[in-house]
């Protein structure tokens, strides 16, 4: 089946620094993948969609410019945290669509747990 | 707008003994309807996609239905591990995304 990976799947950063995390599809591509945050006992909740070769679209109340995304190829997407704060501490899980399995097609990450100190 | 509400948010059970978990939602357009489990520190597991009111799919212990206001995950004579998060997410041909629920977190004590 579809697999995606995600790294890292932790890391702790200091207050002002960028971290980026990476997602792969690793036996399909992906057109679209998808950046969710998760707050401890939450849901996920959508943060953007970013479609290989163009700008990401980011959900209401989702600052742009501090969540960069980048989708430059079929097989990778990744998320940038910059100027990172305490506040920014979250789970955050990619998610990458195989348009081929139609509505079965989204297959998640394994999560990246983000600390900022 | 759309929503997507799952009960209860937790559920404590003992080992052997059955419950449902309900996803009620309010969307427009809906494509399909999906079920996932999601252990701590992990992303979510696929467990079962539902497309029409009526559809039921089973894998082990689990069983989805769907109507056409809610979806019903069983779990018969649970055990230990199925301890997890089980949540339900709305898929809508429009807007290219899933819709998640909040959860319910289930423990199944031995």
């Known amino acids: 089946g579809a697999v995606v990976s995600q790294h890292p799947s932790r890391v702790i950063c200091k207050s002002g620094t960028s971290v980026k995390i990476e997602c792969r599809s690793l036996d399909f591509q992906a057109t679209t993948m998808f950046w969710y945050r998760q707050f401890p006992k939450q849901s996920l909740m959508l943060m953007a969609t970013?479609?290989?070769?163009?700008?990401?679209?980011?959900e209401q109340g989702v600052e742009k410019d501090k969540f960069l995304i980048n989708h430059a190829s079929l097989t990778l997407s990744t998320l940038t945290v910059t100027s990172a704060h305490p506040e920014d501490s979250s789970f955050y899980i990619c998610?990458?669509?195989?348009?081929?399995?139609?509505?079965?097609?989204?297959?998640f990450g394994s999560g990246t747990r983000l600390t900022v100190v | 707008e759309d929503q997507v509400t799952q009960s209860p948010e937790a559920l404590r059970l003992q080992e052997g003994e059955s419950s449902s978990l309900n996803c009620s939602y309010t969307v427009s357009g809906l494509r399909g309807l999906f079920w996932y489990r999601q252990d701590p520190g992990k992303g979510p597991e696929f467990l079962f996609t539902l497309y029409s009111a009526g559809e039921e799919k089973e894998k082990e212990r689990l069983k989805a239905t769907l109507t056409k206001k809610e979806s019903f995950l069983h779990i018969t004579a649970p055990k230990p591990e199925d301890s997890a998060t089980y949540l339900c997410a709305v898929y809508k041909a429009a807007g290219n995304k899933l819709t998640f629920g909040g959860g319910t977190r289930v423990l199944v004590k031995p």
């Open positions: 970013s479609n290989e070769g163009s700008k990401a679209t980011y």
């Open positions: 998610s990458a669509r195989d348009h081929g399995q139609g509505a079965l097609g989204y297959t």
